[in-house]
Nanobody, 122 residues
């Protein structure tokens, strides 16, 4: 019943931009906060950004000035605008429902998409 439709990934040169989108059906979308995480080869999945159901946003320091999370409740979609992409940004990016960090710093979410590949290369 719950489905994720993700798009916007691909190959981009350093300094370029991508916009990821994640449409989620099967839930009452506006009831939940959303977020994006990423996982690079050989590394653990890490939090990138979150947005509450009221629209408040948070970012990790490494992307704060370059990435923007937004949501369109009418379309049941969360977006990640990525500008000034760097060689350290390539990863599989995952959108998730109720993405958050626990008090111990563990990354958790209620539901996750299948992931979007982002590659940054010259």
């Amino acid at each position: 019943q719950v489905q994720f439709v993700e798009s916007g990934g691909g190959l981009v040169q350093p300094g370029g931009s991508l916009r990821l989108s994640c449409a989620i059906s099967g839930i009452t979308f506006n009831f939940y906060g959303m977020g994006w995480c990423r996982q690079a080869p050989g590394k653990q999945r890490e939090l990138v950004t979150t947005i509450t159901r009221g629209g408040r946003t948070n970012y990790v320091d490494t992307v704060k000035s370059r990435f923007t999370i937004s949501r369109d409740n009418a379309k049941n979609t969360v977006y990640l605008q990525m500008n000034s992409l760097k060689p350290e940004d390539p990863a599989v990016y995952y959108c998730g429902v109720n993405v958050r960090l626990t008090s111990r710093g563990d990354l958790v979410g209620d539901l996750w998409g299948q992931g979007i590949q982002v590659t940054v290369s010259s």
